[in-house]
């Protein structure tokens, strides 16, 4: 079961017909919102113990994890960062050209 929420309850509602065309459970949205819940005097939990799925949106800053992993991090980002301009070269949508260096 997959509960949706946003501060006033309007986005989940508006959101929740296609989440249920792709999950196969049901889809409820929270009455009131998350408005409605911290008014009615219920706790809120932040973090990610409780997540539907692995977040895949969040940016970890390279110093949020142990040195040597934070090393790795760094290499992976700027390997990512330098592949950019031949992705972008192979891209015939890319609707932008790379600045000349000087």
């Given at each position: 079961?997959?509960?949706l929420t946003s501060p006033c309850g309007?986005?989940?509602?508006?959101?929740?017909?296609?989440?249920?065309s792709y999950v196969h459970a049901p889809?409820?949205?929270?009455s009131g919102?998350?408005?409605?819940w911290v008014t009615a005097g219920l706790t809120l939990v932040s973090g990610f113990e409780r997540m539907a799925a692995e977040p895949n949106d969040v940016y970890w800053l390279p110093y949020d994890h142990e040195a040597e992993k934070?090393?790795?991090q760094m290499r992976e980002y700027l390997s990512?960062?330098?592949?950019?301009?031949?992705q972008i070269a192979r891209d015939a949508s890319a609707r932008f050209e790379a600045l000349a260096s000087k």
């Open positions: 079961e997959y509960v309007l986005l989940a509602q508006l959101t929740a017909p296609d989440i249920s889809v409820k949205v929270l919102g998350t408005d409605g934070a090393k790795h990512w960062e330098t592949g950019l301009l031949p």
